[in-house]
């Protein structure tokens, strides 16, 4: 089974006190139906990962991106509906421009202090708690990860960093 390439995106606030977060709360469908999350998508066959990753940002927020930090990688094995394999990227976004949307086809997005995100008080995919710390340490490291997953949830969490 091929893995689908996706980029995942948390952009801070000026201060970097705030993260504009996707409350995914438009489609009940939806596998993400009512979780805060980062913004980001599948990648086109034709573009790069920064591209890709400043392509969602103006879709889903209305936002230039001028710099992008890699924060790593996550494998997340039989994560997709159909249990396919998923491989994101992620990335904080730390200068930008724009004034952010209100929300889009997907939720409503929302200006989220970062430490109420670290400290769990938000409806999320359980797993994202293993990460963020990661994505949001004081002084981050690339990371490359690897998340299995089995009737949607996740089974384990390894990561290593260079």
């Known amino acids: 089974m091929k893995a689908i390439l996706a980029t995942l995106g948390y952009v801070l606030s000026t201060d970097g006190s705030r993260v504009l977060m996707i409350r995914r709360d438009t489609r009940p469908d939806d596998l993400h139906y009512g979780y805060y999350n980062g913004l980001g998508g599948k990648l086109e066959p034709d573009e790069d990962v920064a591209g890709g990753m400043r392509r969602e940002i103006a879709e889903e927020a209305g ?8 924060a790593g990688t996550i494998s997340w094995p ?57 994505v949001f340490a004081e002084k981050p490291e690339v990371f490359h990860g690897v998340m299995p997953f089995l009737d949607g949830k996740a089974q384990s969490w390894n990561y290593s960093t260079l």
């Open 78 to 134: 039989g994560f997709g509906r159909g249990g396919e394999n998923w491989f994101g990227f992620l990335f904080r976004i730390t200068e930008w421009s724009g004034t952010p949307l209100s929300g889009n086809d997907e939720g409503s997005l929302h200006w989220v202090e970062r430490d109420e995100l670290l400290a769990g008080r938000l409806p999320m995919w359980e797993s994202d708690r293993h990460f963020l710390p990661l």
């Open 63 to 70: 936002l230039d991106c001028h710099r992008l930090d890699l």
